[in-house]
Nanobody, 118 residues
Framework: QVQLVESGGGLVQAGGSLRLSCAASISISSINAMGWYRQAPGNQREMVATITRSGRTNFQANYADSVKGRFTISRDNAKNTVYLQMNSLKPEDTAVYYC????????WGQGTQVTVSS
C-alpha cells in the first residue's frame, strides 16, 4: 500500500509563498507520474502540476494555466519526495492540495489546506 503524506500548507497573505512537500512510503525513482491537485469548496478537484518521466533520467513538468509562472513542481528521488513551490499566491489559490502518484493505480494523500488571505 502506497502512502503519501503532505505537509507545508497554511495561511499566507496574498503575494506570499509556501512550499508543499509530499513524502511517499515507497521509492519514487521508478514512478513515472506524480503531481499535485487541489479542490476548493464547491469545486471539482483540478490538476495543478504534474511531473512525468520523459526519458531515462528526464522529467517534464506540466502546469495548469492558472499557476504557470508562479508554481514550480520538483522531485527528489533520494528523499522520495515531491515538492510544490508556490509563489505570488492569490486568494483564488485557496484550496485543499492533494499529492498524487500513479503506480499501477492512482494514489492520493490526505490533503493539506492552503488559505490565501487578501
Amino acid at each position: 500500500q502506497v502512502q503519501l503524506v503532505e505537509s507545508g500548507g497554511g495561511l499566507v497573505q496574498a503575494g506570499g509563498s509556501l512550499r508543499l512537500s509530499c513524502a511517499a512510503s515507497i521509492s519514487i525513482s521508478s514512478i513515472n507520474a506524480m503531481g499535485w491537485y487541489r479542490q476548493a469548496p464547491g469545486n471539482q478537484r483540478e490538476m495543478v502540476a504534474t511531473i512525468t518521466r520523459s526519458g531515462r533520467t528526464n522529467f517534464q513538468a506540466n502546469y495548469a494555466d492558472s499557476v504557470k509562472g508562479r508554481f514550480t513542481i520538483s522531485r527528489d528521488n533520494a528523499k522520495n519526495t515531491v515538492y510544490l513551490q508556490m509563489n505570488s499566491l492569490k486568494p483564488e489559490d485557496t484550496a485543499v492540495y492533494y499529492c498524487w502518484l500513479y503506480y499501477l493505480s492512482n494514489y492520493w494523500g490526505q490533503g493539506t489546506q492552503v488559505t490565501v488571505s487578501s
